[in-house]
């Protein structure tokens, strides 16, 4: 029999609830029975404090290295301070594909039941540049970017996806009537691409309708292909379509590497209370087994979430249950066999 290959994978736990999810998830995805080497690093604050660097040069060398991912969340400090790490560590790989799947978990009574949407957002350009300055006291610019070459590898990537995939539907979503220039050159280099892409429908929204058309009738989409900041928000605004943001995965994708990571954030508010819901970790780290070619253990860890969703039998208080996150991960562990 040949030896199982282990994987090597950079491992960032995150602060706030990003310990606790990452623990939870490290337990059920070891016992699947696919070899991992981890590379544990610290990030942001922590990182600062243990070694005077926000990302020590280490896990630049490690994520490099290894070129695959598992984060949990960082906080950044807002109004000031360090330059977010998830944006930093996006723009040094070049991860300029944001993938985040949108879709129900049995069990849980939402509004819309079945929602299954692709939101793709683009992940190095637009206003997340950071250049900022302050013109004259009072007053202060902030610029967005937004290029040709990223348009188009974004739109690329989305229809390429989809067409893979199985999904008929793109709508790019923008402010092209405001943000002429801008966000006018991302649609002409989506349009660009769809007509590469007959067999995709393609559309375009206005950001501020499509808040209003999603929380209506999600139904209407299937892939959703938006600038930086649009996608940040309205993936947030997804996660509210099928639970909550304890619900959602992503992946940080580019030509080298990947990082995987859910969508929400360190979530001060309940940190070290035993109450965040590592279904989002997750799920992200059943996209990463899928990338890793791991597929029949991604199958089997979906499996059992289905299940416990479906029984509802060990969920966290987010989606209306009583577990606190390790019994969550001992109910998955359960519904694995
Ligand atoms: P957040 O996503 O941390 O929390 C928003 C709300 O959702 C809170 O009520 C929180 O309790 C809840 N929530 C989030 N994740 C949950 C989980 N797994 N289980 C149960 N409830 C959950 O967003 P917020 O409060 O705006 O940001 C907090 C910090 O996180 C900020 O410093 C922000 O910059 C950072 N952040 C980091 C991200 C990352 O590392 N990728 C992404 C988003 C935010």
């Given at each position: 029999?040949?030896?199982?290959?282990?994987?090597?994978?950079?491992?960032?736990p995150?602060?706030?609830?990003?310990?606790?999810?990452?623990?939870?998830?490290?337990?059920?995805?070891?016992?699947?029975?696919?070899?991992?080497?981890?590379?544990?690093?610290?990030?942001?604050?922590?990182a600062?404090?243990?070694?005077?660097?926000?990302?020590?040069?280490?896990?630049?060398?490690?994520?490099?290295?290894?070129?695959?991912?598992?984060?949990?969340?960082?906080?950044?400090p807002i109004?000031?301070?360090?330059?977010?790490i998830?944006?930093?560590?996006?723009?040094?790989?070049?991860?300029?594909?944001?993938?985040?799947?949108?879709?129900?978990?049995?069990?849980?009574?939402?509004k819309?039941?079945?929602?299954?949407?692709?939101?793709?957002r683009?992940?190095?350009?637009?206003?997340?540049?950071?250049?900022?300055?302050?013109?004259?006291?009072?007053?202060?610019?902030?610029?967005?970017?937004?290029?040709?070459?990223?348009?188009?590898?974004?739109?690329?990537?989305?229809?390429?996806?989809?067409?893979?995939?199985?999904?008929?539907?793109?709508?790019?979503?923008h402010?092209a009537?405001?943000?002429?220039?801008?966000?006018?050159?991302?649609?002409?280099?989506?349009r660009?691409v769809?007509?590469?892409?007959?067999?995709?429908?393609?559309?375009?929204?206005?950001?501020?309708?499509t808040?209003?058309?999603?929380?209506?009738?999600?139904?209407?989409?299937?892939v959703?292909?938006?600038?930086?900041?649009?996608?940040?928000?309205?993936?947030?605004?997804?996660?509210?379509?099928?639970?909550?943001?304890?619900?959602?995965?992503?992946?940080?994708?580019?030509?080298?590497?990947?990082?995987?990571?859910a969508v929400?954030?360190?979530a001060?508010?309940?940190?070290?209370?035993?109450?965040?819901?590592?279904?989002?970790?997750?799920?992200?780290?059943?996209?990463?087994?899928?990338?890793?070619?791991?597929?029949?253990?991604?199958?089997?860890?979906?499996?059992?979430?289905?299940?416990?969703?479906?029984?509802r039998?060990?969920?966290?208080?987010?989606v209306?249950g009583?577990?606190?996150?390790?019994?969550?991960?001992?109910?998955?562990?359960?519904?694995?066999?």
């Amino acid at each position: 029999m040949t030896e199982r290959k282990k994987h090597k994978v950079t491992l960032i736990p995150g602060d706030g609830i990003g310990p606790e999810v990452t623990q939870a998830v490290l337990r059920i995805v070891e016992a699947t029975g696919v070899k991992f080497e981890w590379e544990r690093y610290a990030a942001g604050a922590e990182a600062f404090e243990l070694h005077g660097e926000y990302i020590p040069a280490a896990l630049y060398e490690s994520i490099a290295r290894n070129r695959v991912a598992l984060k949990g969340p960082v906080t950044t400090p807002i109004g000031g301070g360090f330059k977010s790490i998830n944006v930093t560590l996006r723009k040094k790989f070049d991860l300029y594909a944001n993938f985040r799947p949108i879709r129900n978990l049995p069990g849980l009574e939402t509004k819309w039941p079945g929602v299954n949407l692709i939101v793709v957002r683009e992940n190095t350009e637009g206003e997340y540049v950071g250049l900022e300055r302050e013109v004259v006291p009072g007053v202060v610019e902030s610029i967005k970017v937004v290029s040709e070459k990223g348009s188009t590898r974004i739109a690329r990537f989305a229809f390429e996806y989809a067409r893979k995939h199985g999904r008929k539907k793109i709508h790019s979503i923008h402010k092209a009537n405001i943000m002429k220039l801008s966000d006018g050159l991302f649609l002409r280099c989506a349009r660009q691409v769809a007509e590469e892409f007959p067999d995709i429908a393609y559309g375009e929204h206005i950001i501020d309708n499509t808040c209003m058309q999603l929380v209506m009738n999600p139904y209407q989409y299937d892939v959703l292909l938006l600038e930086n900041l649009y996608g940040d928000i309205v993936s947030d605004l997804c996660a509210g379509l099928v639970g909550g943001l304890g619900l959602v995965p992503g992946a940080n994708l580019g030509a080298e590497c990947a990082i995987f990571e859910a969508v929400h954030g360190s979530a001060p508010d309940i940190a070290g209370k035993d109450l965040a819901n590592p279904t989002a970790l997750l799920l992200s780290a059943i996209l990463m087994l899928r990338h890793l070619d791991e597929q029949a253990a991604a199958d089997k860890l979906e499996k059992a979430l289905q299940t416990v969703y479906a029984e509802r039998k060990a969920l966290t208080r987010d989606v209306g249950g009583t577990a606190g996150t390790s019994q969550f991960a001992d109910g998955v562990l359960a519904a694995m066999g």
